[in-house]
């Protein structure tokens, strides 16, 4: 019988005392039918489906769902959810059954490292140690770069791809670290040692080599690198890495950027004080670079952003930041206790925001902020969690669809609605939290884990890029972008093709469409934001609430 019935829900698991909530979607009415959950073929908790919701064509394409709690399920074991119509789902309580996922979140990082100690193929761009410096050709909202007229490189060998290409930008790299290891700082029984060459656990090796990449961008007083490659790396063939005919030739564009500055400035100072307790010559670096950093970018000759302006999009125009320049701030006040920082953060307050984002620190700042006692930052921090609280069918934290949709917009700002939960008093897991958790686990239109992991009986399997294209391997933890607007993903469908005849038609709804499709790059091109978001969050989630 073909199944006109599909039940939604968190395919990692749930811990036994948080709120568990199946949604159930379907294409007729069906309240009064009987649910049940089995173990070994023992009914151990049943009801009757209750009255349901009409869908309305944007977060939902059926035309009902209904609701069905199961909290009072929470003794450990794996059970079988069952209702008539619908696939049996597996449903595991667990004390933990977040954390193994950091694993599959970090090899794909480690996956996509620029330079040598990767995975799944060579060494790669060994000569971005050489790389040209390129300089702002005009006022910096053109876009436009030229070559140095000193003649000059840089060694800028190191750090990740920012995505399915092999681009690296600092306010991306800058991002990862701070991110990295604000999760490592909330929860590292979290984190473990399994694919590290050095003593450390994986997620602070891994920071470790975005910081050592960060140390570099400010190789002298006039110079700062917010970028290594250009457009043109998108005009090439699919390619390795380590076959890149551009290697040699990839561009360090640098300009004296507040943005950039004060991201890179606060992720090696948060990085300077977790490192003072593992290695203090590290930490001495990182310390010194953050230090010097943030103090050029306060001379008057910086300038607010820089970025390159390409033909598709502008590669990550971020013209704001006090956002940025507050996290350096308070980094710097929590390193090294000078209060001149504290009140330069204090001066830079950043707005309560609608949404976290690369382009998008403002909750971070405020965090950080009320941490080292200013109370306007805390109630800025709260006014923001309560920006995230809205009631659609799977509670997520912004009312639209993007691009970038769940491992930026809506993972990130679940995190952030998290932490001023947290920071408010609250010791459990906040509904904004949980909604985005378990969506990105499986309880979505489509039934399917936005991370790759052979494990999970329904996750995305086909990412944008290259380097799985071409190796053929299981795109081990990489993370979806997620659904996207349609309308933009009509837009650019021209790049790309999508099947007619595909499963997950039946799911997309007016607004929001999703496909597992690695030619696809409006959803499937795993980013480094993308990847640190989602691991944030797994560090939160493992708190075991």
Known sequence: MQNNVWIRINQAGYTPQRKKIAVVLSDKQISGN??????????????????????DDFWVSQKYYYYIDFSSLNEIGTYDFITDGAQAQKIIINCDPYSRFADNALTHLRAMRSGGDTLYRSPSHLKDDNAVVYEVSGNWKNGKWKKS???????????????GDYIKFTLCESYLAWHLLSAYKINPSAFKKKRSSSQLPDIL???????????????????????VGDRKDHHEEPRLPQDDLLDGKRPALCAISRVHMGSAAAALALGANIFSGINADDAA?????????????????????????????????????????????????????????????????????????????????????????????????????LNYEHDDIWKLPNQSYGWGTLSILWIGSANAHMLAHNYNGNKNYSDVFLGVLDYTFGRNNWGISMIACEDLPFSI?????????????????????????????????????????????????????????????????????????FILMIALASLNY
């Open 34 to 55: 009987e649910w049940l959950i089995k173990k070994d073929g023992d009914t151990v908790l049943k009801g009757i489906i209750g009255g349901g919701k009409k869908g």
């Open 205 to 227: 090796d891994e920071a470790k080599h975005c910081l050592d990449y960060l140390a570099k961008t400010f190789p002298d007083e006039n110079t700062f690198v917010i970028q």
């Open 285 to 385: 670096v990182y310390k010194s670079k953050a230090i010097a950093i943030y103090a050029r970018s306060q001379k008057k000759d910086a300038q607010v952003s820089a970025f390159e302006r390409d033909k598709v999009n502008d590669f990550y125009y971020d013209d704001t930041d006090e956002d940025n320049m507050a996290l350096a701030a308070v980094e710097l006040f929590n390193l090294t206790k000078e209060q001149r920082y504290l009140e330069d953060g204090k001066k830079l307050s950043p707005h309560a925001s609608w949404s976290v984002s690369w382009d998008n620190w403002n909750a971070f700042a405020n965090y950080r902020l009320a941490q080292a006692g200013d109370e306007k930052a805390k109630e800025r921090l709260i006014e923001e969690a």
């Open 461 to 533: 399997k086909n990412i944008y890029n290259s380097i799985y294209k071409i190796t053929k391997v299981f795109p081990d933890g990489a993370v979806s972008e997620g659904p996207a607007a349609r309308k933009m993903h009509e837009q650019m469908k021209k790049y790309f093709s999508i099947s007619s005849d595909n499963p997950f038609d039946k799911f997309n709804t007016s607004q929001g469409v999703f496909y597992d499709n690695d030619e696809d790059f409006v959803i499937q091109e795993s980013t480094i934001t993308g990847q640190a978001n």
């Open 149 to 163: 007229q000193e003649s000059r490189t840089v060694d800028m060998r190191g750090g990740h791809y920012d995505a």
